[in-house]
């Protein structure tokens, strides 16, 4: 009895944790693997399929996974993907190269003091990029114009290493090795440049695997990621762990959120090692980066509108980028009184500066033209729109009902007190007009037949001048067009 007790203790207890530590298999579908219940991969393992975390599945990773081949890794909304005690995702495709930031010194130390003898360094530019026009400073003195695809530089022999700092122009010049040699041609090593140590310099390249994560991803206890792409719409939780060559991550929503705590973050694509959504969620906490000119994060707004009453409205955006530089943006409205801030290009909005300042967006709307049948320029009443709204983070801002004019027909009463007229004779009507709106409005009417959709003679169009807050009486003669009646 006590044997059988045992064996059903052991059932549950296995069926309860629901863990398996196993080699990774394919799907039914045969095009990934797919993890739809609680699974841990606790062996260092290769891989070279796709990875498809379910809603109702969650991967955890104590081991080092190494892709040998270009894949994603896909986490749907409720999927958890969790690296923990010294987990690592690697993609043995990842960037390589290392591109400048322009003018601003971007340095590669060379490791010439492993070698005692005069050598030549060899820098070799990205495939199909020259080095035509920029220059190198060797160890800060000797300034240098470089040409050609390769540049060659003597150095004497010595125990120091080497400092190159490069000047170009945008991302120019983009290096992809570092070659030694003695000065017979005789190569003594050669170095991708993201292997050397380096300043102020971006990865350059494609990385092989993705993470593209609806639900949560989880970095925790000393693990790593290296060469991956990263972007979510969900959660991402990131403790005591490294980011390599992995930046910048990216917040695809303004629901998803990053936490970032005693952690390392090296190496970006683009110079910043976050890029977010304007209300995206982050925590930055004692994060250990080197790049003085790489910025934490930046906060951008895209495909932004203006929503107005009116074709034709002209404005200009006024004010200071996140970065100080001044904002001239000019455009208009189109026929659905929509338009597109700056074409509805990319906007950063806040920047998150190395030094742990915080920079925002200051800017207003100003409006230079906002004409209407209601306000022409003949009728002396000047522009509708607001005079300087503050531009906020929302996608579309409705600035309709921001002084302009809102006419109601309060009343339309027929004021005679005859029960029937003579043919030709008009009816004496009243009516009642209100501008609940913030604008003067000098507007122009007529009437129609309802039963006919026949225009009614009132004696031409009527006009009416109301201001805002203001409530008028118009009174005309109403008759109907056609003889006889």
Known sequence: MSRTLAVIQSLIL?????????TPVLGEDNDGIV?????????????????????????????VITFRSVAE?????GGVL????????????????????????SKLIIPTGEYLEEMNIIIVSEEPFSLNGSKVYVNEIEELSMSGETFRIQIP???QDTQLSFDGFGIFPIINSIILETPT????????????????????????????????????????????????????????????????IVLTTNEA??????SEISGSQDDHYVK?????????????????????????????????????????IEGTSPSGEELSIMSFSGADGLSLIDKGGERVVEIGWFNLTVTRESATVVISEYRTAWNTAASNISNYGPSGTNLTWDENIDLRTLNTPFIEWVSLTVTGEEDSLKTGKSHQISAILANRGGHTANLYFDCDITETDIDADIGGYQNARVEPGEQIEVNFGWRNINPGY
Request: with cysteine.
């Open 73 to 77: 890794i896909y986490i749907e909304e």
């Open 157 to 159: 022999g010595g125990e």
């Open 257 to 262: 959120s990053l936490h970032i705590e005693n």
């Open 35 to 63: 993890i739809d219940e609680i699974v841990e991969w606790s062996t260092d393992t290769d891989i070279s399929e796709n990875i498809y975390i379910k809603s109702n599945g969650k991967l955890t990773i104590s081991s």
């Open 82 to 105: 969790d690296l923990i005690e010294n987990g690592e995702i690697i993609s043995q495709k990842r960037a390589s190269s290392l591109s400048t930031l322009g003018d601003n010194m």
């Open 14 to 22: 296995l069926t309860s944790v629901m863990i398996l530590s196993i």
């Open 276 to 316: 977010l959504k304007p209300y995206s969620v982050i925590g930055w906490d004692n994060v250990l980066i080197k790049d003085e000119l790489i910025d934490r994060w930046e906060r951008v707004i895209e495909d932004q509108k203006l929503i107005f009453d009116s074709e034709g409205v002209e404005y200009s």
């Open 185 to 248: 041609g005789i190569i003594i090593n050669e170095y991708k440049a993201s292997s050397l140590t380096s300043d102020n310099m971006l990865l350059y390249g494609e990385n092989g695997v993705s993470i593209n994560s609806l639900g949560t991803l989880q970095i925790t206890g000393n693990s790593t990621i290296n060469g991956i792409d990263i972007s979510s719409s969900g959660e991402i939780v990131i403790i005591d762990s490294t980011i390599k060559g992995s930046c910048p």
